[in-house]
């Protein structure tokens, strides 16, 4: 039994020393290490591919959100022109001008009490620089 180990292992060592194995490892070195890079390849390619979906779908996403915007501007623009009349408004239409009406109001607050401020400082510094 053990001269038949003993056999086998004198047999693989000489298979691994002969050029015949030789080659089959290279060869099998060679295409495993081209399909690793092809699989390595393509998860790069989906992941790159996945990325720019995300990008575009953004960026559509903020050209909607402008367009809409705009249209809304436009119809502001319209309406105080008197090229539409309230009555020619739709409800939606209506509840987006108030909308926009609103948050302009409120940006014109904010930028009125950073105004405010920026004179309250001023004439400070002002009273500083005479007294």
Known sequence: MNEEKTVDKMLTIINEKSIWHKIKTFFKGIF??????????????????????????????????????????????????????EEDLTKDQEKLLCALYDRQIEELKKSNERRKQKLFEFRKQMQKTSG
Do not use: M
């Open 32 to 85: 495993t290490k081209n399909i690793e890079n092809s699989n390595q390849e393509s998860n790069e390619e989906v992941t790159e591919i996945r990325e720019n979906k995300q990008k575009n779908e953004f960026i559509e996403t903020i050209r909607n959100i402008e367009d809409e915007e705009i249209k809304l501007l436009k119809l502001q623009q319209k309406f105080e022109n008197g090229e539409i009349k």
